[in-house]
Structures are given as C-alpha cells and as structure tokens.
C-alpha cells in the first residue's frame, strides 16, 4: 500500500516537473494561458473504460480528456482550478456523486504535489515514470502526442460535433503541458507565432484546409515530416506525413505556443 502511494506521488511529481518547465517558458499570447489545478482519475487498463468516464464528466459540462500514460495505462484528466482547495472541492462533489474513486490534485505551476493530501490510489495505480528534461518543452509535447497513437479517440464521446476530435486531441495534449489552447482548429490557428514548414520543431501545431478561414484539421508535428493527428471520428490516432497527397494540398500553416 505504501509502496503505490509513494509510486503515485512519483508519477505526480514528473508531470508537473514537465509543466513547470512549460509555465517558465510559455510566452504572452491571446488565446494561450496556463493550466491551473487539475484532477487526474484512474489507471484503466482499457481505453473504453477511461473513454465512458469522460464521456459521463463530459456529459456533465466538465472539459475532461483522457491519455496514455508511459506505463500503458490510461487515465482521464480536467479542471482548471485557481487554487488546490478549489480542485479538492470540486472533486470531493463528484466523489460523492459517485462519479469518481481515487484521484489526485496535479498542479502543473509547482514542482510538487502537496504533501499529504494524495488520497490513497486504487491497486495497480500509475507505476513511477522517468523525470524529463524541461529545456524543450516542443518535444516533450511531441513524445506526449505519440503515446496516443493508436488509441480510437474520441473527444467529447457522441456530445461533440464532427471535426472537434482533431483539435480536442491537440488541445488535452497541450494540457498536459500545462498549456491552455483554443477549442476549435480555427480558433487555434488564430494564437500562436506563425512557423513557415521549412522551420518546423516538434510540438507545433500544423494546419490543413481550404484556406486559412477554412481550417478543418489540425496536427501536432513530430518531426522529419511527419505529425500525430486524430483523422476522423472514431478512428485511431496515428502519425501521417506531411508529404501525403491530401496533406500537401491542403496544408496552410503552423503555429508555435512556447
């Protein structure tokens, strides 16, 4: 029991080393700010189980999402809280509405979580995960992005229109950063430092569509040409190249957050 609890608190601690990093190096834009407190819930082993729970706090009005972690497992993150109590409040509500178990606080502003208030995690929670270098904050968006490949995402679960999915996958990646992005594909496109394709770097966000007040797709680059996207509703997340045929075409731009 001691030992999953230290392992947790471990796991914590290496998210929010990673967002600190961001938080330093996030510059001033309209449209981008940074993530306060959040709730993490669960280690499923299957997707569909983290999917039904997001899909339930989604129903709800909460901006939940739900990722890979590096152990294989998943688990479903929300909230944007002011402060710690704020995030504690909130989730001890749904607590007792039965729509979570264990959870724990992550606040991406500190290097830490608090001590002595991670609620006990459920058996087989989050093994530890390797600390990362802070001084990219565009890779570790990029290896962030890749964890979800192959996962049949879909954001908002059937509460979301066609074409959300997209930029929802860019926009939890991005939290996970401790990076708060636009909604939609467009609104996306709007913040941000323009990057021609020749000056690519990991974790920018690429564009496609008819033309730049016609964005319907978005990406997040990984590099040598190529980007992690969610193409379709339902569909797996997966790494296509930029050089496609369809892509190309339909290429309009890129944007840089950090």
């Given at each position: 029991?001691?030992?999953?609890?230290?392992?947790?608190?471990?796991?914590?601690?290496?998210?929010?080393?990673a967002?600190?990093?961001?938080?330093?190096?996030?510059?001033?834009?309209?449209?981008?700010?940074?993530v306060?407190?959040?709730?993490?819930v669960?280690a499923?082993?299957?997707?569909?189980?983290?999917e039904?729970?997001?899909?339930?706090?989604?129903?709800?009005?909460i901006?939940?999402?739900?990722?890979?972690?590096?152990?294989?497992?998943?688990?479903?993150?929300f909230?944007?809280?002011?402060?710690?109590?704020?995030?504690?409040?909130?989730?001890?509500?749904?607590?007792?509405?039965?729509?979570?178990?264990?959870?724990?606080?992550a606040?991406?502003?500190?290097?830490?979580?608090?001590?002595?208030?991670?609620?006990?995690?459920r058996k087989?929670?989050?093994?530890?995960?390797?600390?990362?270098?802070?001084?990219?904050?565009?890779?570790i968006?990029?290896?962030?992005?890749e964890?979800?490949?192959?996962?049949?995402y879909?954001?908002?679960?059937?509460?979301?229109?066609?074409g959300?999915?997209?930029?929802?996958?860019?926009?939890?990646?991005?939290?996970?950063c401790?990076?708060n992005?636009?909604?939609?594909?467009?609104?996306?496109?709007?913040?941000?430092?323009p990057?021609?394709r020749?000056?690519?770097?990991?974790?920018?966000?690429?564009?496609f569509?008819?033309?730049?007040?016609?964005?319907?797709?978005?990406?997040?680059?990984?590099?040598?040409?190529?980007?992690?996207?969610?193409?379709?509703?339902?569909?797996?997340?997966?790494?296509?190249?930029?050089?496609?045929?369809?892509?190309?075409?339909?290429?309009?731009?890129?944007?840089?957050?950090?």
């Amino acid at each position: 029991m001691i030992r999953n609890i230290f392992t947790l608190i471990f796991f914590c601690f290496s998210l929010t080393l990673a967002a600190a990093g961001c938080a330093a190096q996030l510059k001033e834009m309209k449209g981008i700010s940074r993530v306060g407190y959040s709730i993490q819930v669960g280690a499923f082993s299957e997707v569909k189980n983290a999917e039904r729970l997001t899909a339930r706090l989604q129903e709800k009005g909460i901006d939940a999402f739900y990722f890979k972690k590096e152990n294989g497992l998943y688990a479903v993150r929300f909230g944007d809280y002011p402060t710690w109590d704020a995030a504690r409040k909130s989730a001890r509500k749904l607590s007792a509405e039965k729509l979570l178990g264990s959870y724990f606080i992550a606040s991406p502003l500190t290097t830490s979580p608090r001590k002595g208030k991670v609620p006990e995690p459920r058996k087989g929670e989050a093994s530890a995960s390797k600390s990362k270098s802070t001084d990219d904050m565009g890779g570790i968006a990029a290896r962030t992005a890749e964890r979800f490949v192959g996962i049949p995402y879909r954001w908002g679960g059937n509460t979301v229109v066609d074409g959300m999915d997209c930029s929802g996958f860019a926009r939890a990646v991005y939290n996970l950063c401790g990076v708060n992005i636009p909604r939609t594909s467009r609104e996306q496109f709007k913040a941000g430092e323009p990057v021609g394709r020749d000056d690519l770097k990991d974790g920018d966000l690429i564009f496609f569509g008819a033309s730049p007040e016609e964005i319907n797709h978005v990406g997040i680059y990984v590099g040598n040409g190529r980007f992690v996207h969610a193409p379709r509703r339902g569909d797996d997340i997966k790494i296509s190249s930029l050089d496609e045929n369809y892509f190309a075409q339909k290429f309009i731009g890129a944007k840089r957050y950090f």
